[in-house]
């Protein structure tokens, strides 16, 4: 299993369809931590899926626990969870 970062253009985006498909957690509105076993071409391509055509989108594989303040309450539990 592993643990992406995904960032993208909330205009047009269907985040019920990405929430459904990947059960992140939400960061900030846009910006979610999520895990799958699929590789990170196949994460690229079924969150664009998900977004209006001409949306922005970067995906990035976390291979350790990221530093962050000021996301969304129980972020730092969620990735602790993850990364033991």
Known sequence: ???FLIHFDRRGADETGLRERFM?????????????D???SKVYHAAKRHLAADAWLFVAPLDRQPKFKGMA????????????
Do not use: N
């Open 1 to 3: 299993m592993s643990v």
């Open 24 to 36: 992140p957690f939400e960061l900030q509105p846009g910006l979610y931590m999520a895990e799958s």
């Open 73 to 84: 309450d129980g972020a730092l539990k969620w990735a602790r969870s993850r990364f033991r």
């Open 38 to 40: 699929e590789t990170l």
